[in-house]
């Protein structure tokens, strides 16, 4: 592997803070967010000559849930129903909060590896 300049190594080293700059600034965009994933139920009642028992396209609802782990077990959150679109955002932005920590993540380790490097550059 070729040696890289120290000239080059201030660049990527600008290039990483830039980027790891743009990520950061899009995390102050995130609105409010869950984890979870956003159910929709129709469900069969307990009396025995409810038409829902027969057939599934006359099942009540919908019925909205929230479901997600907490300490490693399943908790289930009914929702109205005018809550449905706003849980429905919330796990959409947690889903870009997860994305965004992962390239942040890929981005400080490039950047750790080119600052390693320019440290062992500066020693020779």
Known sequence: MK????TQLAKRIRSDAQRFATLKHELTALDYFCKG???KRMMKCGKK??????????RHGPYFEC??????KTVNVRLPTQAAPLYRNAI???RKLRKLL???????????AHLAELQSVDRN
């Open 102 to 112: 992962d390239r942040l993540e890929r981005h400080s380790r490039s950047a750790l």
């Open 49 to 58: 000559g409810c038409a829902c028992q027969g057939s599934p396209a006359k």
């Open 67 to 72: 479901t997600f782990k907490r300490d490693n």
């Open 3 to 6: 040696p890289t300049s120290r």
């Open 37 to 39: 994933t956003l159910l």
């Open 92 to 94: 959409r932005q947690y």
